[in-house]
């Protein structure tokens, strides 16, 4: 009887230690990484996956040969013989472009549609009788060549009489709803900072200041703008979507984060582009960089820079500052006096197109096995796999705690290349805070690039060369790093 009773309670434990083992076995699920800092809306996600459009700068200085007008120019001088909304598309599509921004009124007040609110528009002018609107010919040939469609209205008017009044907000609101309700969504509203000076205002023809601080309100254009055109991403220093990078030299910060305190600046704040312009990475606010840059010197044409377009060189130095530190690139490209954009200009854009082309045509990394040195909860969801399978919506992410991790990526043989391409799933925040890129040749690691924030997007220029592996560091994260992408060409 007793040893009956030994194998039962052998029997038994055997059972409970089965259970036991079986539940310390058992694949616990492990959801995404927790979120962290501000976040991008979906309108913000999907302007950050454009990367690439176009500026238009185009209006009555084309036609004075100025950069600013003083907006007592007459509406007769606006008479481009060969105005042709289609080839500015075209160029634009050929280009890379997914937009374009066309200077609707510029600070001159001269507006390129049939504004009911003032007679200083193209229903004075002589091109086509008075009977044209350049908005409406642009907004028809985006959606022809499908680009998305984008205006700039100044805030600032050298020709209204009623700046630096409450009676001009209303004004320059009335003109926004024109814009906002007539020509189809807009993706990107853009407000500069240019904050008075002197002008006409109707003839005045005085110094007007105001405060840029407070005047315009900004939060009640904001909020008519999100109501009438929800998906469109409104530009200015404080955002409250994208924020000027702080130059005009088509470069980004080194070190960029998204998150920034908009409410502490306001649209021309002159202490912006020297104390904010970089971001914060505990700004209470998602407000990624855009950069915005000409193709030549000045904004509007000028035949005298025929000779100065930038080279395809400088275009690419350019793209890779910008969109490859993770800002949007907004690059001007300015119609002539014949409504038509340049034979150089538009030349070099299709010349840039086959240089960007050529570099990133062949990801390397789809050929590569990539492994981590840490997989959240050990789940394929979450695998090494996951950075260079050609998707952007999943990630490969480390288990909580795990602020630094290393993603190798393992060639069938040497491989040829020159830069690696970074992206962070930005749904999840921006995380990581430093980073490398090492190679792998006969046998031996050695960094060949280094950095700190990654963003949308980070390219890295490390080569030409050789390698069996390459291997991302992340040295330092705000929490588990969670990267989709690692490319290499």
């Not at 950050?48 to 009555?60: C, K, P």
Request: proline share 6%; hydrophobic share 40%; charged share 25%.
């Amino acid at each position: 009887m007793a040893d009956v009773k030994r194998l039962a309670i052998a029997a038994i434990a055997a059972v409970a230690l089965g259970v036991v083992a079986a539940q310390a076995h058992r694949q616990v699920p492990v959801g995404p990484p927790a979120p962290i800092g501000p976040l991008p809306s979906s309108r913000q996600l999907q302007w950050q996956d454009l990367e690439f459009y176009g500026f238009l700068h185009f209006g009555i200085n084309t036609f004075t040969d100025k950069e600013w007008g003083d907006g007592d120019e007459s509406e007769s001088l606006f008479d481009p013989s060969a105005l042709d909304a289609r080839q500015w598309a075209r160029v634009a599509r050929d280009a890379g472009m997914k937009g374009l921004i066309i200077t609707a009124k510029h600070h001159d007040g001269f507006c390129l549609w049939p504004s009911r609110l003032t007679e200083h528009s193209v229903k004075r002018s002589p091109w086509k009788a008075g009977h044209g609107d350049v908005l409406r010919e642009l907004a028809t040939a985006c959606r022809e060549y499908g680009l998305k469609l984008g205006v700039y209205l100044s805030p600032w008017d050298r020709n209204h009489p009623d700046y630096g009044t409450p009676d001009y907000l209303a004004y320059y609101r009335s003109q926004l709803r024109e814009l906002m309700t007539g020509y189809g969504p807009l993706f990107e509203v853009w407000f500069d900072g240019a904050n008075g000076g002197d002008g006409f205002y109707g003839g005045a023809r005085e110094t007007r200041r105001i405060d840029g601080r407070t005047y315009y309100d900004w939060p009640a254009t904001w909020s008519l703008v999100r109501q009438l055109q929800p998906g469109a991403v409104m530009f200015s220093d404080a955002g409250p979507d994208a924020r000027w990078v702080g130059n005009e030299k088509g470069v980004a910060f080194e070190m960029s984060w998204y998150g920034l305190d908009s409410g502490r600046t306001y649209p021309g704040d002159p202490a912006y582009a020297r104390d904010l312009a970089h971001g914060r990475a505990d700004g209470s606010d998602w407000v990624p960089p855009e950069v915005d840059v000409s193709i030549r010197p000045g904004w509007f044409y000028h035949q005298a820079e025929d000779a100065k377009v930038k080279t395809v060189d400088q275009l690419m130095t350019i793209y890779e500052q910008s969109v490859g530190r993770g800002a949007n690139l907004l690059l001007n490209v300015p119609p002539a006096k014949s409504g038509l954009i340049a034979d150089v200009d538009a030349e070099r854009l299709r010349a840039f197109r086959s240089a960007v082309d050529a570099a990133f045509r062949v990801d390397l990394a789809r050929r590569a096995t990539a492994s981590a040195t840490s997989v959240r909860g050990g789940l394929s969801a979450y695998g090494a796999g996951r950075v260079n399978d050609g998707r952007a919506d999943t990630y490969w992410a480390a288990d909580d705690g795990v602020a630094s991790a290393s993603v190798t990526l393992a060639f069938p043989k040497p491989t040829a290349f020159e830069r690696v391409v970074l992206q962070e799933f930005l749904a999840l925040g921006q995380r990581v805070e430093r980073w490398t890129v090492e190679a792998e040749r006969d046998g031996s690691w050695t960094v060949v690039a280094e950095g700190t924030t990654i963003g949308h997007k980070r390219i890295v220029r490390c080569g030409p060369l050789t390698a069996s592996r390459i291997r991302v560091n992340i040295l330092s994260a705000r929490a588990c790093p969670a990267l989709a992408t690692v490319s290499v060409y």
